[in-house]
């Protein structure tokens, strides 16, 4: 079982840095295409959005933070972190469309926003669960085999949940860059170089899900793994 356990904690490292590469590598291709001006800010490419797809009961608001963007299908609210907002610049409309594209899936009942929507309350439970077991686990798994076993199979079929959350988030955000996109072009919004550097940031956007549904499984596997190995011991 040590062979799997170094193995898989190289894997998860490897996850790790994969995602701090794409990370950093995102945050470059937002800093540079927030460098190229355009005439209209994120909130209006929002609105303008919004309004050319027949919606009116979702709000556009502002908060702090860099890339704290989201739409909240609960309120009904496209949330813009400040320099989205109020940016008038590549950056700013790529992802202004890509939060709308959100509200638009909710607006015409897109399938897997509907399963992740309907996930969130089972990854917030799984996510305290998982947060309090392993606490407990690493303090009980050497004294009390069996009962850190137990334990280990509930951590199991919380990561199950996040992961299938994860997985179920990757389809949802490629399908709000493509209509956030598309719109961007048949707005007018976006020409040429401009078009393909707001999708070349979406698409580095895209990739941190990618990571993170890697990782999920990644972590997924390890953990059944390290059940079986255990129960064979």
Wanted: glycine share 6%; charged share 15%.
């Amino acid at each position: 079982m040590y062979g799997y356990d170094m193995g898989l904690m190289l894997l998860g490292i490897v996850f790790a840095v994969l995602g701090m590469i794409i990370q950093f590598r995102l945050k470059s291709k937002i800093k540079q295409y927030s460098e190229e001006p355009l005439k209209i800010s994120g909130k209006e490419v929002a609105e303008k959005m919004l309004k050319d797809h027949g919606i009116y009961d979702v709000k556009v608001t502002s908060q702090p933070g860099f890339l704290t963007d989201h739409y909240n299908p609960a309120t009904k609210v496209v949330n813009l972190s400040e320099d989205v907002y109020n940016g008038r610049h590549i950056s700013a409309a790529a992802i202004a469309a890509h939060e709308v594209g959100h509200a638009v899936q909710h607006a015409s009942s897109y399938a897997w926003l509907t399963m992740r929507t309907t996930l969130v309350p089972v990854v917030q439970i799984s996510s305290t669960i998982m947060n309090l077991l392993m606490f407990a686990f690493f303090f009980m798994a050497y004294s009390l085999p069996h009962m850190g076993n137990t334990m280990l199979l509930i951590v199991i079929i919380c990561q199950a949940a996040l992961t299938l959350f994860s997985v179920i988030t990757l389809p949802v955000e490629v399908d709000a860059s493509k209509r956030g996109l598309q719109w961007l072009d048949s707005a007018g919004i976006t020409y040429g170089t401009e078009h393909d550097h707001a999708k070349d940031a979406l698409t580095w956007a895209a990739y941190t899900y990618f990571a993170a549904a890697l990782g999920a499984i990644a972590s997924l596997i390890y953990l059944i793994l390290r059940y079986t190995g255990s129960s064979r011991d």
